[in-house]
C-alpha cells in the first residue's frame, strides 16, 4: 500500500483506527492547559486534523473551530462531523494562515509527519506566525531515545458485520532524525480477511533537541503524556506533551 495511503484510499477506515482514544479527555486537557497558559482567546487551529474528532469538542467548548489536513477524504469526514467549522486543505510544514490563532494543536503525535528537521523547523515557524501574542501551541511528542521497537499497540472493533484489527508500532534505526511509523489494518468477515500495511516517514528527535528548535519562538513547559491531570515532565519518560507559549 502506498504512502499516506490510509489517510486517502482507507480514510473511511480511521476512525475505527482511533477507536481506543478519548478524543475528548485529550481535548479537554489541552483546553485545561490553554486556560492556564494561553491569553484567553478560543479561536482554534488543529494541524493535521484528521477526520475532526477533536474540533468536535473544541467546537463543544466554544472555540470558533479551523482545521487543517494534507488529505481532502480526511477533511470530507470532517466537515460532515463538524459543519460549523472551517476546513483547509494544506500542508502544517508550509501553511498560510488567513488569520491568526489563540491555540494551534496537534494531536496524535502528528507533528512527527514533518518528517525532517527542516520541515519541522518551517512548521514551527508557520506556527509562530499564525499565532496571536500570547497563544499557545499544544501537541504531542515521542522522544527518539526511548523508542523500544518491540513495543506495539493493537486493538480490535467489529463494525459492519466485520472485525478489524489494528496495530502500530514506532521504528527507529538507533541513530539519527528518521523513525517510521508502522500502521497494520485487518479486515475479516465471514467470507474473507484483508489485509493493508502502511510505514510513514517521521523525523525523530529527543525532547532536549526539540525543545532547543523552539525555544527561540516560546517558553516551552513539557508535562507527562496526562491528559487528565497536569504533570511536569519528569525527565524520563518518552511521551511528553508540549506546551509552547508565544514570545
Not at 496571536?132 to 518491540?150: A, E, L, P, Y
Request: with cysteine.
Amino acid at each position: 500500500m502506498s504512502d499516506n495511503a490510509l489517510y486517502t484510499d482507507l480514510s473511511g477506515y480511521y476512525d475505527l483506527l482511533c477507536a481506543d482514544i478519548s478524543y475528548q479527555a485529550q481535548s479537554h486537557g489541552v483546553h485545561r492547559l490553554n486556560q492556564i497558559f494561553g491569553n484567553g482567546g478560543k479561536q482554534l487551529l488543529d494541524l493535521a486534523c484528521g477526520t475532526g474528532p477533536h474540533i468536535q469538542h473544541f467546537y463543544g467548548q466554544g472555540y470558533e473551530c479551523t482545521g487543517l489536513d494534507i488529505n481532502q477524504p480526511m477533511l470530507d469526514l470532517a466537515q460532515q462531523r463538524c459543519p460549523e467549522a472551517h476546513f483547509q486543505l494544506g500542508n502544517m510544514c508550509a501553511f498560510e494562515a488567513p488569520q491568526t490563532y489563540d491555540l494551534i494543536t496537534c494531536f496524535l503525535y502528528s507533528i512527527h509527519y514533518s518528517g525532517d528537521r527542516q520541515s519541522l523547523q518551517s512548521c514551527i515557524q508557520s506556527v509562530h506566525k499564525a499565532l496571536k501574542t500570547g497563544g499557545v501551541f499544544c501537541f504531542n511528542s515521542v522522544d527518539k531515545n526511548h523508542i523500544d521497537n518491540r513495543l506495539s499497540a493493537k486493538h480490535s472493533v467489529e463494525h459492519d458485520g466485520s472485525v478489524f484489527s489494528f496495530g502500530s508500532s514506532w521504528y527507529y534505526h538507533g541513530e539519527g532524525e528518521k523513525q517510521t511509523l508502522k500502521l497494520s489494518i485487518e479486515k475479516t468477515d465471514a467470507e474473507k480477511t484483508q489485509r493493508w500495511t502502511d510505514e510513514h516517514p517521521m523525523v525523530a528527535l529527543s525532547f532536549i533537541a526539540l525543545q532547543t528548535l523552539l525555544s527561540p519562538y516560546f517558553d516551552v513547559h513539557i508535562f507527562e503524556h496526562e491528559y487528565e491531570k497536569i504533570v511536569s515532565w519528569n525527565a524520563l519518560s518518552g511521551n511528553a506533551i508540549f506546551l509552547c507559549v508565544k514570545k
